[in-house]
C-alpha cells in the first residue's frame, strides 16, 4: 500500500501513531489558514473566490500558494456566491434625440481618473415593483462615482447620478462620457449639462453591450454579490442596503482583479502617491 501510494513506510506508521494533539506542522498550518480563509470569506460578505482570497491572504503576511488555498476552501465547503440571471430591458434606443458616435472604442486606456466615466442603468427587484438605479463608474479606477434610485427611468435619475459625480470629482474638460444611446442620455437636460461642464459624449453601439463592458461588468458584481441573494419588501428597504454596499463594501474593501487586487479607494491613493512622488 505504501509503494502504491507512494509514501515512506516509517511515515504511515507516524501518521497511525500519530494523536490529535500531535498533529504534523503543516496540518496545523492548514488549520491556521482554513480560519482565515474562513474569516476573509465572512468579510467579503461570502463573495470571494479563491482568487481574492488568497490576495488578501498575502496582503496579511501569509506565504502561500493559490492552488493550496482553492484546496483548502473546497475542503471547507466555502465558496462564493453564484450567479442567477433575469433580464429587464432598460435601454430604448428608438426616439428622434441626437446619437453620438463612439469615442471609446479606439480611446487608449485610462492612466488617472477623471479621464473617462461610463455610465448605466439598472433594475432592483422588491415587493413594491422596480427600483431603478443609475451610476457612474471611473473607468481608471472602476470607483462608483455618482448614483441615484429612483421608481422610474425618466432623465432625472440619470441627472441625479451626473450632478453627484460631478459635485464629487470636479473634473476638468475633456473627460470623456459614455453611455448607451437610451433615451436618459441622449435627452437635451442630459446632453446640456455635459456641455456646460465640458464633458464630450460617447455612445455604444445599437444593442452592443460589450462597448460599455466596464459598467455591465459592475452591474454583474452588483447583482450577483448583493441583489441575487436578498428579497427587499420595500424600495427603500433596497435604497440602504445598495447605498452601503456601494459606498461602504464596493468603493472601499472589494478587491478588484483589474486593480492588482486593490479596492478602487486604495487604487486611487496610489495613483495619487505615486503622481504626487514623480512631480516632486
Known amino acids: 500500500m505504501c509503494r502504491l501510494l507512494e ?3 516509517s511515515g504511515f506508521y507516524a501518521w497511525l501513531r500519530r494523536e490529535e494533539g500531535e498533529a ?5 498550518e492548514n488549520r491556521r489558514l482554513t480560519e ?7 468579510k467579503s460578505r461570502e463573495t470571494y473566490g479563491s482568487p481574492r482570497i488568497h490576495a488578501e491572504l498575502r496582503k496579511s503576511g501569509d506565504e502561500c500558494g493559490k492552488n493550496r488555498v482553492a484546496r483548502l476552501m473546497s475542503q471547507a465547503g466555502i465558496r462564493s456566491k453564484v450567479r442567477k440571471k433575469f433580464r429587464v430591458k432598460t435601454t ?3 426616439h428622434a434625440y441626437p446619437i453620438a458616435p463612439n469615442l471609446l472604442r479606439d480611446h487608449a486606456a485610462p492612466v488617472l481618473p477623471n479621464e473617462i466615466w461610463v455610465a448605466d442603468i439598472t433594475y432592483i427587484p422588491t415587493a413594491e415593483g422596480w427600483l431603478y438605479l443609475a451610476s457612474i ?3 481608471c479606477s472602476r470607483k462608483v462615482v455618482g448614483w441615484a434610485m429612483k421608481d422610474n427611468m425618466r432623465v432625472e435619475l440619470t441627472l441625479e447620478a451626473l450632478e453627484m459625480a460631478l459635485k464629487r470629482r470636479r473634473p476638468g474638460t475633456g473627460l470623456l462620457h459614455h453611455s448607451d444611446r437610451g433615451t436618459q442620455y441622449a435627452a437635451g437636460d442630459y446632453r446640456d449639462r455635459l ?3 465640458g464633458l464630450v459624449p460617447s455612445m455604444s453601439r445599437k444593442g452592443n453591450c460589450y462597448d460599455n463592458a466596464a459598467k455591465e461588468s459592475f452591474f454583474h458584481t452588483l447583482k450577483t454579490e448583493l441583489v441575487h441573494q436578498t428579497r427587499y419588501r420595500t424600495r427603500e428597504e433596497a435604497k440602504t442596503s445598495l ?3 456601494i459606498e461602504v463594501f464596493y468603493n472601499r474593501q472589494r478587491l478588484h482583479s483589474s486593480l492588482g487586487y486593490r479596492s478602487p479607494e486604495e487604487f486611487e491613493a496610489l495613483l495619487e502617491a505615486t503622481t504626487a512622488t514623480e512631480a516632486a
Open 7 to 9: 509514501v515512506s513506510r
Open 24 to 28: 504534523s506542522p503543516r496540518a496545523l
Open 36 to 42: 482565515r480563509i474562513k474569516a476573509i470569506h465572512a
Open 92 to 94: 430604448d434606443s428608438n
Open 137 to 139: 463608474l471611473d473607468l
Open 195 to 197: 456641455d456646460e461642464h
Open 243 to 245: 447605498f452601503e454596499y
